[in-house]
Protein backbone atom coordinates (compact mmCIF):
# COMPACT_ATOMS: atom_id res chain seq x y z
CA UNK A 1 0.00 0.00 0.00
CA UNK A 2 2.64 2.48 0.47
CA UNK A 3 4.26 1.61 -2.52
CA UNK A 4 1.23 2.63 -4.10
CA UNK A 5 0.80 5.85 -2.44
CA UNK A 6 3.97 6.82 -3.48
CA UNK A 7 3.78 6.21 -6.89
CA UNK A 8 0.82 7.91 -7.27
CA UNK A 9 2.07 10.60 -5.11
CA UNK A 10 4.75 10.92 -7.41
CA UNK A 11 2.81 11.18 -10.86
CA UNK A 12 1.34 14.25 -9.02
CA UNK A 13 4.35 16.32 -9.27
CA UNK A 14 5.25 14.60 -12.95
CA UNK A 15 2.59 16.47 -14.93
CA UNK A 16 3.76 19.53 -16.67
CA UNK A 17 1.53 22.85 -16.42
CA UNK A 18 -1.55 22.88 -19.01
CA UNK A 19 -1.02 23.84 -22.17
CA UNK A 20 -1.31 27.69 -22.82
CA UNK A 21 -4.55 28.93 -24.37
CA UNK A 22 -5.85 32.11 -22.45
CA UNK A 23 -7.96 31.36 -20.09
CA UNK A 24 -11.69 32.46 -20.41
CA UNK A 25 -11.46 36.08 -19.92
CA UNK A 26 -14.90 36.66 -18.74
CA UNK A 27 -13.73 33.90 -16.00
CA UNK A 28 -14.75 30.58 -15.08
CA UNK A 29 -18.04 29.36 -14.28
CA UNK A 30 -19.59 29.95 -11.43
CA UNK A 31 -23.14 29.77 -9.47
CA UNK A 32 -25.11 32.69 -9.80
CA UNK A 33 -25.78 33.98 -6.30
CA UNK A 34 -29.63 33.73 -6.62
CA UNK A 35 -28.66 29.71 -6.83
CA UNK A 36 -30.91 29.10 -9.49
CA UNK A 37 -28.31 29.59 -12.19
CA UNK A 38 -24.84 29.81 -13.53
CA UNK A 39 -22.80 32.67 -15.00
CA UNK A 40 -19.10 33.83 -15.53
CA UNK A 41 -17.38 34.45 -12.61
CA UNK A 42 -17.48 38.50 -14.03
CA UNK A 43 -21.47 38.04 -14.01
CA UNK A 44 -22.33 37.44 -16.71
CA UNK A 45 -25.06 34.53 -17.45
CA UNK A 46 -24.15 31.27 -18.66
CA UNK A 47 -26.29 29.13 -20.53
CA UNK A 48 -25.14 24.79 -19.88
CA UNK A 49 -25.99 23.98 -23.39
CA UNK A 50 -24.07 20.49 -23.25
CA UNK A 51 -23.27 17.87 -26.17
CA UNK A 52 -22.60 14.79 -25.15
CA UNK A 53 -19.02 13.34 -26.42
CA UNK A 54 -18.15 10.69 -23.73
CA UNK A 55 -16.12 9.35 -25.97
CA UNK A 56 -13.87 11.96 -27.49
CA UNK A 57 -10.51 11.66 -25.44
CA UNK A 58 -10.66 8.35 -26.53
CA UNK A 59 -11.23 7.65 -30.04
CA UNK A 60 -10.57 11.24 -31.83
CA UNK A 61 -7.26 12.33 -33.49
CA UNK A 62 -6.67 16.13 -33.17
CA UNK A 63 -7.86 16.62 -36.61
CA UNK A 64 -11.13 14.64 -35.68
CA UNK A 65 -11.52 16.70 -32.10
CA UNK A 66 -11.35 19.90 -33.91
CA UNK A 67 -13.81 19.05 -36.62
CA UNK A 68 -16.05 18.21 -33.82
CA UNK A 69 -15.63 21.27 -31.80
CA UNK A 70 -15.83 23.67 -34.16
CA UNK A 71 -19.16 22.17 -35.35
CA UNK A 72 -20.41 22.29 -31.79
CA UNK A 73 -18.87 25.87 -30.85
CA UNK A 74 -20.66 27.40 -34.62
CA UNK A 75 -23.80 26.34 -33.50
CA UNK A 76 -24.28 27.35 -30.28
CA UNK A 77 -23.01 24.57 -27.72
CA UNK A 78 -21.68 25.86 -24.73
CA UNK A 79 -20.16 22.86 -22.77
CA UNK A 80 -18.74 19.64 -24.20
CA UNK A 81 -19.07 16.36 -21.79
CA UNK A 82 -16.04 13.98 -21.98
CA UNK A 83 -14.77 11.20 -19.91
CA UNK A 84 -10.68 10.84 -19.36
CA UNK A 85 -10.92 7.32 -18.37
CA UNK A 86 -13.55 6.42 -21.10
CA UNK A 87 -16.60 3.58 -20.80
CA UNK A 88 -15.67 1.60 -23.83
CA UNK A 89 -12.60 0.03 -21.85
CA UNK A 90 -10.75 2.75 -21.56
CA UNK A 91 -8.28 1.54 -19.36
CA UNK A 92 -6.54 -1.05 -21.76
CA UNK A 93 -7.85 0.09 -24.97
CA UNK A 94 -5.66 2.84 -26.35
CA UNK A 95 -6.62 5.94 -27.76
CA UNK A 96 -6.30 6.63 -31.40
CA UNK A 97 -2.41 7.29 -31.31
CA UNK A 98 -2.11 3.92 -29.40
CA UNK A 99 -1.67 5.42 -25.55
CA UNK A 100 -3.26 4.11 -22.91
CA UNK A 101 -3.98 6.14 -19.58
CA UNK A 102 -1.69 4.13 -17.33
CA UNK A 103 1.98 3.52 -17.88
CA UNK A 104 1.61 0.40 -15.38
CA UNK A 105 -0.57 -2.60 -15.40
CA UNK A 106 -1.69 -1.90 -11.33
CA UNK A 107 -3.07 1.48 -13.22
CA UNK A 108 -1.19 3.80 -10.82
CA UNK A 109 1.17 5.62 -13.35
CA UNK A 110 -0.79 8.57 -15.46
CA UNK A 111 0.70 8.07 -19.01
CA UNK A 112 2.02 11.69 -20.26
CA UNK A 113 1.38 11.13 -23.98
CA UNK A 114 -2.18 9.60 -22.90
CA UNK A 115 -3.49 12.56 -21.14
CA UNK A 116 -1.17 15.29 -23.19
CA UNK A 117 -3.69 14.74 -26.17
CA UNK A 118 -6.36 15.53 -23.08
CA UNK A 119 -4.58 18.48 -22.63
CA UNK A 120 -4.49 19.63 -26.20
CA UNK A 121 -8.57 18.98 -26.76
CA UNK A 122 -9.11 20.83 -23.61
CA UNK A 123 -7.04 23.87 -24.98
CA UNK A 124 -8.71 23.28 -28.28
CA UNK A 125 -12.33 24.14 -26.67
CA UNK A 126 -10.92 27.05 -23.97
CA UNK A 127 -9.97 28.58 -27.98
CA UNK A 128 -13.15 28.02 -29.10
CA UNK A 129 -15.08 29.01 -26.23
CA UNK A 130 -16.11 25.95 -25.23
CA UNK A 131 -16.72 24.34 -21.76
CA UNK A 132 -15.00 20.30 -21.01
CA UNK A 133 -17.86 19.07 -18.80
CA UNK A 134 -14.82 16.55 -17.30
CA UNK A 135 -15.52 13.56 -16.15
CA UNK A 136 -12.16 11.88 -14.60
CA UNK A 137 -13.25 8.55 -15.13
CA UNK A 138 -16.59 6.41 -16.13
CA UNK A 139 -18.41 4.73 -13.75
CA UNK A 140 -17.35 1.21 -13.93
CA UNK A 141 -13.77 2.12 -12.93
CA UNK A 142 -15.49 3.08 -8.96
CA UNK A 143 -18.94 1.10 -9.32
CA UNK A 144 -18.47 -1.96 -11.11
CA UNK A 145 -22.53 -2.74 -11.08
CA UNK A 146 -22.20 -3.59 -15.04
CA UNK A 147 -19.34 -2.49 -18.01
CA UNK A 148 -15.72 -3.67 -18.33
CA UNK A 149 -13.69 -2.18 -16.12
CA UNK A 150 -12.07 -2.80 -13.76
CA UNK A 151 -12.92 -0.89 -10.95
CA UNK A 152 -9.66 0.95 -9.95
CA UNK A 153 -10.98 2.99 -7.43
CA UNK A 154 -11.38 1.00 -4.25
CA UNK A 155 -10.07 3.01 -1.65
CA UNK A 156 -10.27 6.66 -0.97
CA UNK A 157 -6.33 7.53 -1.06
CA UNK A 158 -6.50 6.24 -4.46
CA UNK A 159 -9.41 8.04 -5.61
CA UNK A 160 -7.92 11.48 -3.96
CA UNK A 161 -4.71 11.06 -5.53
CA UNK A 162 -6.38 10.67 -9.03
CA UNK A 163 -8.83 13.85 -8.46
CA UNK A 164 -5.10 16.01 -6.95
CA UNK A 165 -3.79 14.39 -9.83
CA UNK A 166 -6.34 16.38 -12.71
CA UNK A 167 -6.70 18.94 -10.28
CA UNK A 168 -3.44 20.29 -10.62
CA UNK A 169 -2.98 19.69 -14.23
CA UNK A 170 -6.10 21.69 -15.05
CA UNK A 171 -5.79 23.85 -12.15
CA UNK A 172 -5.24 27.23 -14.70
CA UNK A 173 -7.73 26.04 -16.88
CA UNK A 174 -11.27 28.21 -16.60
CA UNK A 175 -12.93 26.47 -18.92
CA UNK A 176 -13.41 23.24 -16.64
CA UNK A 177 -16.87 22.16 -14.85
CA UNK A 178 -15.97 19.03 -13.04
CA UNK A 179 -18.47 15.70 -13.23
CA UNK A 180 -18.04 12.53 -10.99
CA UNK A 181 -19.80 9.65 -11.26
CA UNK A 182 -20.87 8.35 -14.85
CA UNK A 183 -23.76 6.41 -15.10
CA UNK A 184 -23.97 5.06 -11.72
CA UNK A 185 -25.77 5.36 -8.45
CA UNK A 186 -23.66 6.82 -5.93
CA UNK A 187 -24.86 4.85 -2.84
CA UNK A 188 -22.41 2.97 -0.93
CA UNK A 189 -19.55 4.93 -2.64
CA UNK A 190 -19.98 8.00 -1.10
CA UNK A 191 -16.34 8.24 0.74
CA UNK A 192 -14.76 7.80 -2.66
CA UNK A 193 -16.80 10.50 -4.36
CA UNK A 194 -15.63 12.59 -1.57
CA UNK A 195 -12.25 11.94 -2.00
CA UNK A 196 -12.27 12.56 -5.44
CA UNK A 197 -13.92 15.84 -4.86
CA UNK A 198 -11.67 16.59 -1.90
CA UNK A 199 -8.38 15.91 -4.82
CA UNK A 200 -9.82 18.13 -7.18
CA UNK A 201 -10.27 20.96 -4.90
CA UNK A 202 -7.11 20.84 -3.48
CA UNK A 203 -5.41 20.07 -6.80
CA UNK A 204 -7.07 23.26 -8.21
CA UNK A 205 -6.78 25.66 -5.14
CA UNK A 206 -4.11 23.72 -2.73
CA UNK A 207 -6.58 23.39 0.06
CA UNK A 208 -10.34 21.79 0.13
CA UNK A 209 -12.10 24.80 -1.11
CA UNK A 210 -14.73 24.04 -3.09
CA UNK A 211 -15.66 27.19 -4.28
CA UNK A 212 -13.03 27.32 -6.20
CA UNK A 213 -13.96 24.19 -8.71
CA UNK A 214 -17.50 24.07 -10.05
CA UNK A 215 -18.36 20.10 -9.29
CA UNK A 216 -21.08 17.64 -10.26
CA UNK A 217 -22.32 14.25 -10.42
CA UNK A 218 -23.90 12.71 -13.29
CA UNK A 219 -26.50 9.29 -11.91
CA UNK A 220 -27.93 6.66 -13.58
CA UNK A 221 -31.37 6.79 -15.48
CA UNK A 222 -34.17 7.92 -14.59
CA UNK A 223 -32.48 9.97 -11.40
CA UNK A 224 -30.52 12.96 -9.80
CA UNK A 225 -27.88 13.27 -8.24
CA UNK A 226 -29.95 15.09 -6.03
CA UNK A 227 -31.36 11.75 -4.74
CA UNK A 228 -28.36 10.90 -2.63
CA UNK A 229 -25.79 13.72 -2.77
CA UNK A 230 -27.55 16.94 -2.72
CA UNK A 231 -26.27 18.04 0.67
CA UNK A 232 -22.77 17.55 -0.33
CA UNK A 233 -20.87 20.47 0.20
CA UNK A 234 -19.18 20.12 -3.18
CA UNK A 235 -22.32 19.22 -5.12
CA UNK A 236 -21.97 22.79 -6.86
CA UNK A 237 -25.43 21.87 -8.82
CA UNK A 238 -27.62 18.90 -9.49
CA UNK A 239 -27.76 16.83 -12.73
CA UNK A 240 -30.23 14.15 -13.99
CA UNK A 241 -30.34 11.05 -15.95
CA UNK A 242 -33.37 11.23 -17.24
CA UNK A 243 -33.12 8.85 -20.00
CA UNK A 244 -33.70 7.20 -23.20
CA UNK A 245 -37.40 7.00 -22.59
CA UNK A 246 -40.04 8.78 -24.48
CA UNK A 247 -43.44 8.73 -22.23
CA UNK A 248 -41.70 10.28 -19.39
CA UNK A 249 -42.89 13.08 -16.86
CA UNK A 250 -39.53 15.00 -17.03
CA UNK A 251 -40.90 18.11 -15.95
CA UNK A 252 -41.88 16.35 -12.36
CA UNK A 253 -38.19 15.29 -12.10
CA UNK A 254 -36.47 19.02 -12.34
CA UNK A 255 -39.66 20.73 -10.38
CA UNK A 256 -38.05 17.81 -7.95
CA UNK A 257 -35.04 19.11 -7.44
CA UNK A 258 -35.86 23.02 -7.75
CA UNK A 259 -37.75 22.49 -4.82
CA UNK A 260 -34.86 21.21 -2.38
CA UNK A 261 -33.01 22.97 0.14
CA UNK A 262 -30.37 24.08 0.36
CA UNK A 263 -31.50 25.87 -3.23
CA UNK A 264 -28.87 24.68 -6.21
CA UNK A 265 -29.28 24.95 -9.99
CA UNK A 266 -30.42 21.83 -11.58
CA UNK A 267 -30.45 20.30 -15.36
CA UNK A 268 -30.67 17.08 -17.24
CA UNK A 269 -27.04 15.85 -18.16
CA UNK A 270 -28.12 12.99 -20.39
CA UNK A 271 -31.95 13.13 -21.43
CA UNK A 272 -33.12 11.23 -24.39
CA UNK A 273 -30.47 11.18 -27.47
CA UNK A 274 -31.46 11.90 -30.85
CA UNK A 275 -31.21 8.75 -33.04
CA UNK A 276 -31.22 6.16 -30.30
CA UNK A 277 -33.38 3.19 -29.34
CA UNK A 278 -36.33 4.53 -27.45
CA UNK A 279 -36.19 2.93 -24.35
CA UNK A 280 -33.44 0.83 -25.56
CA UNK A 281 -35.87 -1.18 -27.89
CA UNK A 282 -35.92 0.14 -31.69
CA UNK A 283 -38.36 -2.85 -32.52
CA UNK A 284 -41.03 -1.81 -30.41
CA UNK A 285 -40.57 1.73 -29.69
CA UNK A 286 -38.69 3.12 -32.94
CA UNK A 287 -35.71 5.81 -33.04
CA UNK A 288 -35.97 9.25 -31.47
CA UNK A 289 -36.16 12.36 -33.44
CA UNK A 290 -35.96 15.76 -33.41
CA UNK A 291 -39.32 15.66 -31.33
CA UNK A 292 -37.40 13.97 -28.22
CA UNK A 293 -35.11 16.12 -28.10
CA UNK A 294 -37.50 19.37 -28.22
CA UNK A 295 -39.43 18.14 -25.72
CA UNK A 296 -37.33 17.06 -23.15
CA UNK A 297 -35.50 20.50 -24.05
CA UNK A 298 -38.53 22.92 -23.90
CA UNK A 299 -40.14 20.72 -20.33
CA UNK A 300 -37.25 20.98 -18.42
CA UNK A 301 -35.69 24.24 -19.24
CA UNK A 302 -39.21 26.19 -18.63
CA UNK A 303 -39.84 24.05 -15.87
CA UNK A 304 -36.51 25.75 -13.43
CA UNK A 305 -33.44 23.66 -15.27
CA UNK A 306 -30.71 25.73 -15.48
CA UNK A 307 -29.61 24.19 -18.90
CA UNK A 308 -29.78 20.92 -20.60
CA UNK A 309 -27.55 18.47 -22.61
CA UNK A 310 -27.94 17.24 -26.11
CA UNK A 311 -26.74 13.70 -26.89
CA UNK A 312 -26.70 11.75 -30.23
CA UNK A 313 -26.24 8.62 -30.49
CA UNK A 314 -23.56 7.92 -32.78
CA UNK A 315 -21.76 11.22 -31.91
CA UNK A 316 -21.19 10.10 -28.10
CA UNK A 317 -19.55 6.94 -29.07
CA UNK A 318 -17.34 8.62 -32.01
CA UNK A 319 -18.85 5.74 -34.14
CA UNK A 320 -17.54 4.87 -37.64
CA UNK A 321 -18.34 1.94 -39.75
CA UNK A 322 -15.23 -0.29 -40.11
CA UNK A 323 -13.49 1.48 -37.41
CA UNK A 324 -15.03 0.68 -34.10
CA UNK A 325 -18.03 -1.49 -32.69
CA UNK A 326 -21.52 -0.28 -32.53
CA UNK A 327 -23.37 0.21 -29.35
CA UNK A 328 -26.78 -0.30 -29.68
CA UNK A 329 -27.23 0.55 -33.22
CA UNK A 330 -26.14 3.84 -34.63
CA UNK A 331 -27.72 4.97 -37.55
CA UNK A 332 -25.51 7.21 -39.00
CA UNK A 333 -21.54 7.62 -38.85
CA UNK A 334 -20.76 10.42 -35.76
CA UNK A 335 -19.43 13.00 -38.70
CA UNK A 336 -22.97 12.78 -40.58
CA UNK A 337 -24.83 12.91 -37.21
CA UNK A 338 -22.85 16.55 -36.47
CA UNK A 339 -25.65 17.86 -38.98
CA UNK A 340 -29.04 16.48 -37.41
CA UNK A 341 -31.67 18.56 -36.87
CA UNK A 342 -31.88 18.10 -32.91
CA UNK A 343 -28.37 19.67 -32.86
CA UNK A 344 -29.74 23.09 -34.30
CA UNK A 345 -32.56 22.68 -32.21
CA UNK A 346 -31.49 22.96 -28.86
CA UNK A 347 -29.29 25.75 -30.24
CA UNK A 348 -32.39 27.52 -31.09
CA UNK A 349 -33.64 27.21 -27.80
CA UNK A 350 -31.19 28.58 -26.15
CA UNK A 351 -31.56 31.77 -27.89
CA UNK A 352 -34.92 31.84 -27.07
CA UNK A 353 -33.72 31.91 -23.74
CA UNK A 354 -31.30 34.47 -23.81
CA UNK A 355 -33.37 37.13 -25.51
CA UNK A 356 -34.78 37.75 -22.21
CA UNK A 357 -33.63 38.43 -19.03
CA UNK A 358 -32.11 35.62 -17.72
CA UNK A 359 -31.52 35.15 -13.86
CA UNK A 360 -35.43 36.49 -13.32
CA UNK A 361 -36.83 33.84 -15.07
CA UNK A 362 -39.07 31.32 -12.53
CA UNK A 363 -41.45 28.08 -13.52
CA UNK A 364 -44.93 28.96 -13.35
CA UNK A 365 -47.73 27.00 -14.42
CA UNK A 366 -50.21 29.21 -12.70
CA UNK A 367 -49.80 31.60 -16.65
CA UNK A 368 -52.02 28.44 -17.69
CA UNK A 369 -55.55 29.04 -16.93
CA UNK A 370 -56.96 26.07 -16.60
CA UNK A 371 -55.93 22.30 -17.80
CA UNK A 372 -52.41 22.39 -18.66
CA UNK A 373 -52.61 19.06 -20.03
CA UNK A 374 -51.00 15.31 -19.28
CA UNK A 375 -48.61 13.98 -21.15
CA UNK A 376 -47.93 14.52 -24.86
CA UNK A 377 -50.77 16.75 -24.48
CA UNK A 378 -48.93 19.06 -21.93
CA UNK A 379 -48.38 22.85 -21.77
CA UNK A 380 -45.69 23.79 -19.87
CA UNK A 381 -44.83 27.72 -18.72
CA UNK A 382 -42.45 29.97 -17.72
CA UNK A 383 -42.41 33.84 -17.26
CA UNK A 384 -40.04 36.73 -15.42
CA UNK A 385 -40.34 37.14 -11.58
CA UNK A 386 -41.12 40.82 -12.67
CA UNK A 387 -44.12 39.88 -14.99
CA UNK A 388 -42.21 41.56 -18.23
CA UNK A 389 -42.45 38.27 -20.56
CA UNK A 390 -43.71 35.05 -20.37
CA UNK A 391 -43.21 31.71 -22.37
CA UNK A 392 -45.52 28.85 -22.75
CA UNK A 393 -44.29 25.34 -24.41
CA UNK A 394 -47.49 23.51 -26.50
CA UNK A 395 -46.18 20.21 -26.74
CA UNK A 396 -48.63 18.71 -29.36
CA UNK A 397 -50.00 22.55 -30.49
CA UNK A 398 -52.88 21.84 -28.66
CA UNK A 399 -54.59 25.00 -27.48
CA UNK A 400 -54.52 26.84 -23.95
CA UNK A 401 -55.85 29.68 -22.32
CA UNK A 402 -52.86 32.25 -19.95
CA UNK A 403 -53.83 34.01 -17.47
CA UNK A 404 -52.87 37.85 -18.47
CA UNK A 405 -52.73 38.45 -14.47
CA UNK A 406 -49.21 37.05 -14.95
CA UNK A 407 -47.71 39.70 -17.23
CA UNK A 408 -47.02 43.18 -16.62
CA UNK A 409 -47.93 46.36 -18.44
CA UNK A 410 -51.28 47.93 -20.15
CA UNK A 411 -50.18 46.18 -23.39
CA UNK A 412 -48.68 43.01 -24.99
CA UNK A 413 -46.94 41.75 -27.66
CA UNK A 414 -47.15 38.44 -28.81
CA UNK A 415 -45.59 35.78 -30.63
CA UNK A 416 -45.36 32.38 -31.89
CA UNK A 417 -41.41 30.95 -31.71
CA UNK A 418 -40.80 28.21 -34.03
CA UNK A 419 -39.14 25.75 -32.25
CA UNK A 420 -38.08 23.85 -35.45
CA UNK A 421 -36.52 26.89 -37.22
CA UNK A 422 -36.20 29.25 -34.45
CA UNK A 423 -38.11 31.73 -36.25
CA UNK A 424 -40.54 34.04 -34.65
CA UNK A 425 -43.64 34.80 -36.03
CA UNK A 426 -45.48 37.80 -34.41
CA UNK A 427 -49.03 37.47 -33.33
CA UNK A 428 -49.78 41.19 -32.87
CA UNK A 429 -49.92 43.85 -29.71
CA UNK A 430 -53.13 44.05 -27.71
CA UNK A 431 -54.71 45.93 -24.61
CA UNK A 432 -54.71 44.10 -21.51
CA UNK A 433 -58.05 45.94 -20.83
CA UNK A 434 -59.78 44.26 -23.91
CA UNK A 435 -58.85 40.71 -24.07
CA UNK A 436 -60.01 40.34 -20.59
CA UNK A 437 -58.29 38.52 -17.55
CA UNK A 438 -57.56 35.19 -20.13
CA UNK A 439 -56.84 34.99 -23.53
CA UNK A 440 -56.80 31.58 -25.55
CA UNK A 441 -54.01 31.20 -28.07
CA UNK A 442 -54.03 28.73 -31.26
CA UNK A 443 -50.69 27.60 -32.07
CA UNK A 444 -50.24 28.06 -36.10
CA UNK A 445 -50.58 23.90 -36.30
CA UNK A 446 -51.00 21.08 -33.95
CA UNK A 447 -50.90 17.03 -33.58
CA UNK A 448 -47.02 15.17 -33.26
CA UNK A 449 -44.12 17.12 -33.98
CA UNK A 450 -45.78 20.53 -34.26
CA UNK A 451 -44.60 22.07 -31.10
CA UNK A 452 -44.44 25.88 -30.89
CA UNK A 453 -43.77 28.68 -27.88
CA UNK A 454 -45.85 31.44 -27.08
CA UNK A 455 -43.51 34.39 -25.94
CA UNK A 456 -45.99 37.78 -24.40
CA UNK A 457 -43.98 40.67 -23.71
CA UNK A 458 -45.21 43.69 -21.90
CA UNK A 459 -44.53 46.04 -24.66
CA UNK A 460 -43.18 48.82 -22.25
CA UNK A 461 -40.15 46.65 -22.12
CA UNK A 462 -39.31 46.99 -26.09
CA UNK A 463 -37.71 43.43 -26.12
CA UNK A 464 -36.54 42.57 -29.51
CA UNK A 465 -38.28 39.47 -31.31
CA UNK A 466 -37.45 36.01 -29.44
CA UNK A 467 -34.63 34.02 -30.53
CA UNK A 468 -31.84 35.06 -33.18
CA UNK A 469 -33.01 36.45 -36.25
CA UNK A 470 -31.54 34.19 -38.65
CA UNK A 471 -30.09 36.82 -40.18
CA UNK A 472 -27.51 37.12 -37.68
CA UNK A 473 -27.87 33.59 -36.84
CA UNK A 474 -25.46 32.88 -40.70
CA UNK A 475 -23.70 35.89 -40.51
CA UNK A 476 -22.10 34.28 -37.08
CA UNK A 477 -21.88 31.06 -38.50
CA UNK A 478 -19.92 32.39 -41.50
Known amino acids: MRKLFALLFFALFLAPAPLGARPFSRGRIVVHPGGRYLQYADGRPFFYLGD ?61 RYFAYVDEVV ?12 LPAWGDKFCLKWGPGPEIFTTEGRAEAFGRYLGERYRIRRNIIWILGGDRPPEGREPILRAF ?30 DWLHDEPWLAFNMQQNGHAYDFDLWERIARDYARRP ?22 YGTSEALHVRRAFYHEV ?7 TYGCHAVWQMWEPGRYAPVTGPVRSWRESLSLPGAYQVCYGRELIESRPFFRRIPDQGVIAGDAGRG ?47 RPLRIGEFRRRDAGATMTFTPPTCGKGNDWVLVLDDARMKYPPPGRCPEARSGAAG
Open 52 to 112: TAWELFHRTTREEARLYLEDRARKGFTVIQAVCLAERDGLRVPNAYGDLPFADAGFTRPNE
Open 263 to 284: VKPVLDGEPIYEEHPIDFDREK
Open 123 to 134: AMADSLGLVIGL
Open 302 to 308: FSGACGH
Open 197 to 226: ARGIACGVAGREDYSACLITYHPWGKSSSG
Open 376 to 422: HGRCTATRDSLGTYAMVYSESGRPFAVDLERVSGKRIVAWWYDVRSG
